[in-house]
């Protein structure tokens, strides 16, 4: 759901009968001259994993560290558990589990005192913290290397104690931010398959921010597409996707072009749209790819075009990326690498 | 309080499990106790002295019966006879030889003729802390000469009579309480400076700040960690350059409880000083590039190894700000006079003063969000 009227209202939303968890309602950030979020709303829904899905640097962390409490809101409201951020950040904070994206636990520390200090940080009674401890390393499944320092810990097992310092206070929300950023395939779907754990047995709200598409497609019941500071869509995996006209997607590149065989490509029969990527290269959306590539194939054999590469593919959220901002969401998030500013030392 | 526990506990179990950054902290001031205490705390012993005598006679006989006894006895210098003025200047000048003493032609007459005797000393004033040694030890040896054969029945000459409160204090000795304060300062730098803005570029302060710890909470916790492991730095130098040094009264109980008392303010006021230094600091290398400049104007200005009176009057003026001046004086007093808290009570009350500014500031710069 969300309260701007120029987004698309794609889809009903499953959660719509539940209470607010979170509600962002113009929030800005700026620096100087600088817009990171520009007038963003949305509202999370009680137990929904929402997604912030954007590339690097259009603002996502940006957004996640204002509803935290850790950035000065420079324009409009966030309301997180019932709590302004801006008026009432102490209650907010207790409400709240945060991973920020940097693992920060401290490596000289075993995961238990990671743990401890945390649970003492949120003021968990003594007489409950071993257990909230115990349980927590049960379910992140690090029981078994309570004792070890955190530094001979992999990256995966570190995120998972960081998942798990933050769940130290039982939240009602947890916000993360890009949580598999740095973890090899195999840690990632481990990572996925905790938090769905954790989610379901502990009726969390979750949000999440991530450049990762196949992330945000597999956990995700809420997307919210930010790009250079603003959203630009927000709806279920499932509707956005729907949104893109056309069903599959055709990637196909050619050689010896005859003149106007981007028309002729055009007006094939289910063409929805088509772009063209250089190199000779063309992203077709298709309401129907099977008979499109049939077409496009008898057409090149016609003409004596050489088709060098073709590729169909179901529509994913690059594609909704791409309908929505113009540009794939791989490219952004190479560009953003590119031209990121140096890291504040 | 229980949060701000929580942070001392992190920084104290980091701290422990890192032994080797407790032995760095500790290193420099051990070094420098040792190696400055060694190098300028001795007297010039074997310079090498060129003796030209064109007399001969019997006055210049009696000098160099009086170089053969320095020789025998203190050896500040070893005499070696030129025949060539010349010669013994050149090598003066190119660094053979440390001095040269001429004594003219005729010089034993004019003695006892009574008619201005003169000898010389040549000195390579290049080398201030030689050449005024050499310069002493000649005057004293002339003063010798000058006293007449028979004495006068009544000495109408003054002379002064020095009374030495406190036993001869050794160079190293004189250093110890300004490596005790620097011991502290080194561990504040690291765990204060260097560690902290690390932990901030590493994000582990944005873990802290999603917590509900307040301001104050988290300052104090920093702090008072910090000067936890200050106060183990000076309690250990203290002890180890104790022993080194000579000084028996630190197993004193009552001054071993004053100066534990003088080592909890300092590191109070020093970590204090460094919270307020570094508390809006977000680059790792500005610790690390400053630790140089704050050592200089901190430690050297303090008195440690040099008296603040024989500064100018503007390196006085930062004499008497720094922290580091009063703890120096006030280990001085306990270590080298053993006086009482009445010696150090202006001190303490400085450094306390000074450090509640400093944490009143730390905690007003200190930014709750990023």
């Given at each position: 759901?969300?309260?701007?009227?120029?987004?698309?209202?794609?889809?009903?939303?499953?959660?719509?009968?539940?209470?607010?968890?979170?509600?962002?309602?113009?929030?800005?950030?700026?620096?100087?001259?600088?817009?990171?979020?520009?007038d963003?709303?949305?509202?999370?829904?009680?137990?929904?994993?929402?997604?912030?899905?954007?590339?690097?640097?259009?603002?996502?962390?940006?957004?996640?560290?204002?509803?935290?409490t850790?950035?000065?809101?420079?324009g409009?409201?966030?309301?997180?558990?019932?709590?302004?951020?801006?008026k009432?950040a102490?209650?907010?904070?207790?409400?709240?589990?945060?991973?920020?994206?940097?693992?920060?636990?401290?490596?000289?520390?075993?995961?238990?005192?990671?743990?401890?200090?945390?649970?003492?940080?949120?003021?968990v009674?003594?007489?409950d913290?071993?257990q909230?401890?115990?349980e927590?390393l049960?379910?992140?499944?690090?029981?078994?290397?309570?004792?070890?320092?955190?530094?001979?810990?992999?990256?995966g097992?570190?995120?998972?104690?960081?998942?798990?310092?933050?769940?130290?206070?039982?939240?009602h929300?947890?916000f993360?931010?890009?949580p598999?950023?740095?973890?090899?395939?195999?840690?990632?779907?481990?990572?996925?398959?905790?938090?769905?754990?954790?989610?379901?047995?502990r009726?969390?709200?979750?949000?999440?921010?991530?450049?990762?598409?196949?992330?945000?497609?597999?956990?995700?019941?809420?997307?919210?597409i930010?790009?250079?500071?603003k959203?630009v869509?927000?709806?279920?995996?499932?509707?956005?996707?729907?949104?893109?006209?056309?069903?599959?997607?055709?990637?196909?590149?050619?050689?010896?072009?005859?003149?106007?065989?981007?028309?002729?490509?055009?007006?094939l029969?289910?063409?929805?749209s088509?772009?063209?990527?250089?190199?000779s290269?063309?992203r077709?959306?298709?309401?129907?790819?099977?008979?499109?590539?049939?077409?496009?194939?008898a057409?090149?054999?016609?003409?004596?075009?050489?088709?060098?590469?073709?590729?169909?593919?179901?529509?994913?959220?690059?594609?909704?990326?791409?309908?929505?901002?113009?540009?794939?969401?791989?490219?952004?998030?190479?560009?953003?690498?590119?031209?990121?500013?140096?890291?504040?030392? | 309080?229980?949060?701000?526990?929580?942070i001392?506990?992190?920084?104290l179990?980091?701290?422990?499990?890192?032994?080797?950054l407790?032995?760095?902290?500790?290193?420099?001031?051990l070094?420098q106790?040792?190696?400055?205490?060694?190098?300028?705390?001795?007297?010039?012993?074997?310079?090498?002295?060129?003796v030209?005598?064109?007399?001969?006679?019997?006055?210049?006989?009696?000098?160099?019966?009086?170089?053969?006894?320095?020789?025998?006895?203190?050896?500040?210098?070893?005499?070696?006879?030129?025949d060539?003025?010349?010669?013994?200047?050149?090598?003066?000048?190119?660094?053979?030889?440390?001095?040269a003493?001429?004594?003219?032609?005729?010089?034993?007459?004019r003695?006892?003729?009574?008619?201005?005797?003169?000898?010389?000393l040549?000195?390579?004033?290049?080398?201030?802390?030689m050449?005024s040694?050499l310069?002493?030890?000649?005057?004293?040896?002339?003063?010798a000469?000058n006293?007449?054969?028979?004495?006068?029945?009544?000495v109408?000459?003054?002379?002064l009579?020095i009374?030495?409160?406190?036993?001869?204090?050794?160079?190293?000795?004189?250093?110890?309480?300004?490596?005790i304060?620097?011991?502290?300062?080194?561990?504040?730098?690291?765990?204060?400076?260097?560690?902290?803005?690390?932990?901030?570029?590493?994000?582990?302060?944005?873990?802290?700040?999603?917590?509900?710890?307040?301001?104050?909470?988290?300052?104090?916790?920093?702090?008072?960690?910090?000067?936890?492991?200050?106060?183990m730095?000076?309690?250990?130098?203290?002890?180890?350059?104790?022993?080194?040094?000579?000084?028996?009264?630190?197993?004193?109980?009552?001054?071993?409880?004053?100066?534990?008392?003088?080592i909890?303010?300092?590191?109070?006021?020093?970590?204090?000083?460094?919270s307020?230094?570094?508390?809006?600091?977000?680059?790792?290398?500005?610790?690390?590039a400053?630790?140089?400049?704050?050592?200089?104007?901190?430690?050297?200005p303090?008195?440690?190894?040099?008296?603040i009176?024989?500064?100018?009057?503007?390196?006085?003026?930062?004499a008497?700000?720094?922290?580091?001046?009063?703890?120096?004086?006030g280990?001085?007093?306990?270590?080298?006079?053993?006086?009482?808290?009445?010696?150090?009570?202006?001190?303490?009350?400085?450094?306390?003063?000074?450090?509640?500014?400093?944490?009143?500031?730390a905690?007003?710069?200190?930014k709750?969000?990023?």
């Open positions: 759901m969300t309260d701007d009227p120029r987004l698309p209202q794609l889809d009903a939303n499953i959660f719509a009968n539940a209470p607010v968890a979170i509600a962002v309602e113009h929030i800005t950030k700026k620096y100087g001259d600088f817009t990171a979020v520009d963003i709303s949305f509202r999370v829904m009680e137990g929904e994993i929402f997604g912030l899905l954007g590339p690097n640097g259009a603002g996502k962390s940006t957004l996640i560290r204002m509803m935290t850790l950035l000065p809101l420079t409009g409201s966030a309301t997180v558990a019932g709590h302004d951020v801006k009432e102490d209650a907010a904070r207790r409400a709240i589990g945060v991973i920020p994206q940097a693992l920060t636990s401290d490596l000289d520390l075993t995961v238990e005192e990671n743990l401890n200090i945390y649970a003492k940080l949120y003021s009674p003594a007489k913290r071993k909230s401890i115990d927590l049960e379910m992140v499944d690090l029981a078994k290397w309570r004792g070890a320092q955190t530094k001979t810990l992999s990256g097992m570190r995120r998972r104690l960081e998942i798990a310092r933050g769940l130290v206070h039982r939240p929300i947890f993360l931010d890009e598999t950023t740095g973890l090899d395939p195999v840690s990632r779907v481990a990572v996925w398959e905790m938090l769905m754990k954790i989610k379901s047995t009726n969390l709200t979750v949000l999440i921010t991530t450049h990762y598409m196949d992330e945000a497609d597999r956990l995700c019941d809420r997307i919210a930010v790009d250079h500071g959203l869509a927000l709806d279920s995996p499932r509707a956005l996707k729907a949104s893109v006209p056309g069903e599959n997607v055709i990637e196909v590149q050619f050689d010896n072009m005859p003149p106007e065989w981007e028309q002729r490509l055009r007006n029969e289910s063409v929805a088509m772009q063209p990527e250089g190199a290269m063309y077709i959306l298709s309401h129907d790819g099977s008979l499109t590539t049939t077409q496009l194939v057409m090149a054999i016609h003409d004596n075009v050489k088709v060098k590469s073709l590729s169909v593919q179901s529509t994913t959220l690059d594609d909704v990326f791409v309908h929505y901002t113009g540009r794939a969401l791989r490219d952004a998030t190479q560009a953003a690498h590119a031209y990121i500013p140096a890291m504040r030392w | 309080m229980n949060r701000m526990m929580a001392v506990e992190r920084e179990r980091k701290f422990f499990r890192s032994p080797w407790m032995m760095s902290a500790m290193l420099l001031p070094v106790l040792i190696v400055l205490g060694n190098a300028f705390g001795g007297k010039i012993r074997d310079a090498r002295l060129a030209v005598d064109y007399d001969h006679g019997t006055q210049s006989l009696k000098i160099r019966e009086a170089f053969n006894a320095v020789e025998a006895n203190i050896r500040t210098f070893h005499p070696i006879y030129y060539n003025q010349r010669q013994a200047v050149d090598d003066v000048r190119n660094g053979k030889l440390d001095g003493l001429v004594i003219p032609a005729e010089f034993s007459r003695v006892y003729e009574q008619n201005r005797p003169q000898i010389a040549v000195v390579d004033n290049t080398d201030n802390f050449s040694t310069e002493t030890e000649f005057g004293d040896l002339t003063q000469l006293q007449p054969d028979v004495q006068p029945r009544m109408q000459q003054i002379a009579s009374v030495e409160l406190y036993p001869y204090i050794e160079y190293m000795k004189y250093l110890l309480p300004g490596s304060a620097l011991a502290m300062f080194v561990s504040v730098m690291i765990g204060g400076g260097i560690i902290y803005i690390d932990d901030k570029a590493r994000g582990v302060h944005e873990g802290y700040l999603v917590t509900p710890i307040t301001r104050l909470e988290l300052v104090m916790g920093l702090n008072v960690a910090g000067a936890l492991k200050a106060m730095a000076g309690l250990v130098i203290t002890i180890i350059g104790g022993l080194l040094a000579g000084v028996s009264s630190i197993f004193d109980p009552r001054v071993l409880f004053e100066l534990l008392l003088m909890t303010v300092t590191s109070v006021a020093f970590i204090a000083m460094m307020f230094l570094m508390v809006r600091v977000d680059d790792p290398l500005v610790p690390r400053v630790f140089g400049i704050l050592n200089t104007l901190m430690f050297f303090s008195g440690a190894i040099y008296p009176k024989a500064f100018p009057k503007w390196l006085q003026v930062i008497h700000i720094d922290p580091f001046s009063y703890a120096v004086h280990f001085k007093a306990l270590l080298l006079k053993e006086a009482g808290l009445s010696a150090i009570w202006t001190d303490l009350l400085y450094l306390s003063l000074f450090g509640l500014v400093m944490m009143a500031g905690t007003a710069l200190f709750r969000t990023l």
